[in-house]
T-cell receptor
Framework: QKEVEQDPGPLSVPEGAIVSLNCTYSNSAFQYFMWYRQYSRKGPELLMYTYSSGNKEDGRFTAQVDKSSKYISLFIRDSQPSDSATYLCATIKAAGNKLTFGGGTRVLVKP | AAGVIQSPRHLIKEKRETATLKCYPIPRHDTVYWYQQGPGQDPQFLIS???????DKGSIPDRFSAQQFSDYHSELNMSSLELGDSALYFC?????????????FGQGTRLTVV
């Protein structure tokens, strides 16, 4: 079983909808939680990272972490066709440690 | 802002040949990571270096080796290439000394073994 689980999708939404992405993890040692966006054949692009439980907002993106339930979420408001990509959650135990990825969720925002 | 630079972007090799992938981290970053991503898969960790010393090792085949040089660039050497080595290879860098956990990825090298 993977340490970080993520629904592979694909998740198809109409333009302007809220996209909700989720991951669960099993190792309590994970301390930092990140979301990457990856377009086809491109490198993963860091969107946000969080450390503690709670919410963190950056523009149209909101990341949530619930360490008690080991649950990570990313919400994309007012989704745009340009948001169509694969979204990867990732965790690390400490700065400098390897990233442990979820499998990625493919998102398609239809105009 | 400067990003992680990888070269070459594309590489075609024959079975049993050798390939060398290069990575230039973001300036002042002290940690470099190598990942392998197969089609439809998430990136798999291969190896990392902190201040030019190997800091962690993942599922890297014995046929692969890597190092980080004095200028902090890193090279991944792959020998006796197999068809299954065809994948996207990403390098990422971070600044551990500043306790910043964010790792930034390069655009990758697409390796095709024929």
């Amino acid at each position: 079983q993977k340490e970080v689980e993520q629904d592979p999708g694909p998740l198809s939404v109409p333009e302007g909808a809220i996209v909700s992405l989720n991951c669960t993890y099993s190792n309590s040692a994970f301390q930092y939680f990140m979301w990457y966006r990856q377009y086809s054949r491109k490198g993963p692009e860091l969107l946000m990272y969080t450390y503690s439980s709670g919410n963190k907002e950056d523009g149209r993106f909101t990341a949530q972490v619930d360490k008690s339930s080991k649950y990570i979420s990313l919400f994309i408001r007012d989704s745009q066709p340009s948001d169509s990509a694969t979204y990867l959650c990732a965790t690390i135990k400490a700065a400098g440690n390897k990233l442990t990825f979820g499998g990625g969720t493919r998102v398609l925002v239809k105009p | 802002a400067a990003g992680v630079i990888q070269s070459p972007r594309h590489l075609i090799k024959e079975k049993r040949e050798t390939a060398t992938l290069k990575c230039y981290p973001i300036p002042r970053h002290d940690t470099v990571y190598w990942y392998q991503q197969g089609p439809g898969q998430d990136p798999q960790f291969l190896i990392s270096f902190y201040e030019k010393m190997q800091s962690d090792k993942g599922s890297i085949p014995d046929r692969f080796s890597a190092q980080q040089f004095s200028d902090y660039h890193s090279e991944l050497n792959m020998s006796s290439l197999e068809l299954g080595d065809s994948a996207l290879y990403f390098c990422a860098s971070s600044l551990v000394g500043g306790s910043a956990p964010e790792a930034f990825f390069g655009q990758g090298t697409r390796l095709t073994v024929v």
